[in-house]
């Protein structure tokens, strides 16, 4: 069965920077694309960026650029998302999420979460 | 303030129906037929039950579907239960590679 298990939860001081990992399994990895989204507490969810495993290429939303970087690694089925900078706003829960390469863009499934928490 | 536009809050009782809408522009909803619906229960990972506007997933009830005019996307649920009661989320392709979400809709089963 179709499984992507994330890195635990995660306290940084602002300033700092954050790496996630998501871990995907029960299907061929580089057949699909992973999707970053965060869900900040009490809020709506927040699409971040997309990586497409099989070649590296990624695509984020304008409001991160420069400040989150999406990696992966083709010999653990295993997907990475650093953010830098943080700041509070940035304390949200982090989902990984598959999607389909073809034409459609919608999430498949999820990963469980990551808790981020930016705090002096 | 979310991209697409979705009302705070629905309410039906067992067995009636209900429709959420979700209203964006042109160059989202409007643009292309890849609206999708999730479901999310408090501190759980959202589901997908919807995709392509119309299109369920496999072992998601058939209670569940979608239509789109215009720029407003719906979701329909039929026949409620009180499993049915979560925060539905709207998404929706935009142009220039980018994925936007509605605001939320928060479901109660009276």
């Known amino acids: 069965q179709v499984q992507l298990v994330q890195s635990g939860a995660e306290v940084k001081k602002p300033g700092a920077s954050v790496k996630v990992s998501c871990e995907a399994s029960?299907?061929?990895?580089?057949?699909?694309?992973i999707h970053w989204l965060r869900q900040a507490p009490g809020e709506g969810l927040e699409w971040m960026g997309v990586?497409?495993?099989?070649?590296?290429?990624?695509t984020s939303t304008q409001q991160l650029q420069g400040r989150i970087t999406l990696t992966r690694d083709t010999s653990t089925s295993a997907v990475y998302m650093e953010l830098s900078s943080l700041t509070s706003d940035d304390t949200a829960v982090y989902y990984c999420a598959r999607g389909p390469i073809s034409s459609s863009w919608h999430f498949d499934f999820w990963g469980q979460g990551t808790l981020v928490t930016v705090s002096s | 303030q979310s991209a697409l536009t979705q009302p705070a809050s629905v309410s039906g009782s067992p067995g009636q129906s209900i429709t959420i809408s979700c209203t964006g522009t042109?160059?989202?909803?409007?643009?292309?037929?890849?609206v999708s619906w999730y479901q999310q229960h408090p501190g759980k990972a959202p589901k997908l039950i919807i995709y392509d506007v119309t299109r369920r997933p496999s072992g998601v009830s058939n209670r569940f579907s979608g239509s789109k005019s215009g720029n407003t996307a719906s979701l329909t649920i039929s026949g409620l239960q009180a499993g049915d009661e979560a925060e539905y989320y709207c998404?929706?392709?935009?142009?220039?590679?980018?994925?936007?979400f509605g605001g939320g809709t928060k479901l109660t089963v009276l």
């Open positions: 029960g299907y061929t990895f580089i057949n699909y694309y």
């Open positions: 042109s160059s989202d909803v409007g643009g292309y037929n890849y």
């Open positions: 990586i497409n495993p099989s070649v590296g290429r990624t």
């Open positions: 998404s929706s392709y935009r142009s220039s590679i980018s994925v936007v």
